[in-house]
Structure formats: structure tokens, C-alpha cells
């Protein structure tokens, strides 16, 4: 290993523990595994989803930002997991992140699981549908009061319900 790698290496080893501290103080119910009593098989959920819904709520992808029609969505309301249809968000804790992806402040209690995500190398905190297991996004520690958490979803897994009024 030639001087440079060292010291990159070592570098990205500092940077760690620096930016993991940067997660989220207070995070949503913790659930390990989620998908407690909505199970499908992997046949059922690829007939169920289409091949981009698959791939995010099922394999952990990500659509690409600015491209979810729920980020015009502004009507009171509240939004549902793609898979199992449960409840996630109210439309009172939606906001404008400027990030790309449909916003949040705060999750309805008890439908977000959360775990950790390794995949950037950095811990990200990956959260879920508690019901049926299907991976929604990120949330991150840089949003608005009163949590100052940012729920980062992807608007291709969740289906909008406005209410009656």
C-alpha cells in the first residue's frame, strides 16, 4: 500500500465515527426486520408491484430525485405504503427538503421501522413500513422542528389519500 492509500484510508477511518454521530438522536420504533403480519411471497410482490416499486421496496433502490409526483402533492391527507397500504405519513409533517424526494418530519406512531444501512460505507438509519417490510428511505438528522429529523421516501412506494372533505 503506497503512502496516499494509507493515508486515505486512514482519513475515511477518522471520518466514520464523525459522521455516524450526525445520525439521528431520536429515531422512530425500532424494528429489526419489520413485516409483521402483511407476508407475501416474492412471486406475490413482483405481481403485486411494478418492476421499479419492486426494486425499491423490496431490494432497497432508489428512485431518482425529482421525479415523484408527490412532490407537488399538497392536499391534507395522508400517505400509504405501496405494498400493504398502511398509513406512514400525515400531510401536517410533510415539508420541502429541496432534496428531491417527498419529505417528512415525522412518521404516524408505530408504522416506521428502523435499521441500520451500511451501504455507502457511512451508517445511514434505513426505516421501513412496520407491516409489510418494504424500505421507503433514509432518515437523516437535518430537518425541521419540532423533531429536526428529515424522513427522505421514495414517492414511487407510497400512494396518496386525501381526506374526505
Known amino acids: 500500500m503506497d503512502r496516499r492509500k494509507f493515508l486515505l484510508a486512514g482519513g475515511a477511518m477518522l471520518a466514520v465515527p464523525l459522521l455516524a454521530s450526525r445520525l439521528p438522536a431520536r429515531e422512530p420504533t425500532d424494528s429489526a426486520s419489520g413485516g409483521g403480519e402483511f407476508v407475501l411471497s416474492d412471486a406475490e410482490w413482483r405481481e403485486r408491484l411494478t418492476p421499479a416499486q419492486y426494486w425499491i421496496l423490496r431490494e432497497e433502490g432508489t428512485e ?16 400509504h405504503c405501496i405494498g400493504c397500504d398502511q398509513a406512514l405519513f400525515a400531510s401536517e409533517t410533510k415539508y420541502d ?10 412518521a404516524i406512531d408505530g ?22 417490510g418494504g ?31
Open 111 to 132: 408504522a416506521v421501522g428502523t435499521r441500520r444501512d451500511f451501504k455507502l460505507v457511512v451508517p445511514r438509519t434505513e426505516y421501513h413500513c412496520s407491516r409489510c
Open 135 to 165: 424500505h421507503h428511505g433514509h432518515v437523516f438528522n437535518d430537518g425541521p422542528k419540532p423533531t429536526g429529523l428529515r424522513y427522505c421516501n421514495n414517492g414511487a412506494v407510497m400512494r396518496f389519500v386525501a381526506m374526505d372533505g
Open 64 to 79: 431518482r430525485p425529482w421525479t415523484s409526483e408527490l412532490l407537488k402533492e399538497k392536499r391534507t391527507g395522508t400517505y
Open 97 to 106: 427538503s429541496r432534496t428531491g424526494w417527498p419529505s417528512f418530519f415525522d
